[in-house]
């Protein structure tokens, strides 16, 4: 039950994430200076490494809130969900937001990379409490 529980909350990560960056594309893509084709696309977006990296990534993510959530007794939903929304919070965000900063990155990229994590590892935090 637990690998079926981490792998479930990082699909439903990676499903967020797809949504979010598909809606904020164009900023995005503007703010991480991310080079792109004559159609506004990323020329990066036929490789599928960064697709893989990522729920690689959320699997790694959901794998560690499942331990910790475990060791710390967390088991409903609303202290799932308060869990997840300060790892992503607390912990993620401010990491990529130092740096971000130091790699003189825009505010525009820390907040929409920042918002992802935050929500993502909200949603995390909510499914693992409903397994």
Not at 37 to 62: M, Q
Not at 110 to 124: E, K, L, Q, S
Request: aromatic share 12%.
């Amino acid at each position: 039950m637990g690998f079926v529980a981490v792998i479930a909350a990082a699909l439903a990560s990676y499903v967020f994430g797809s949504i979010w960056y598909m809606a904020l594309a164009k900023p995005w893509m503007a703010a991480a200076q991310i080079e792109t084709t004559a159609e506004g696309k990323p020329a990066n977006a036929s490789d599928p490494l960064p697709y893989i990296a990522a729920f690689v990534c959320a699997v790694v993510v959901s794998g560690m809130m499942r331990h910790v959530f475990a060791l710390s007794g967390i088991d409903t939903v609303g202290e799932g969900l308060v869990a997840g929304l300060g790892v992503g919070l607390f912990l993620v965000s401010p990491w990529l937001i130092t740096n971000y900063s130091f790699a003189g990155r825009s505010r525009v990229l820390m907040v929409i990379d920042g918002g992802y994590a935050t929500i993502g590892c909200t949603i995390m935090g909510l499914v693992h409490t409903l397994f």
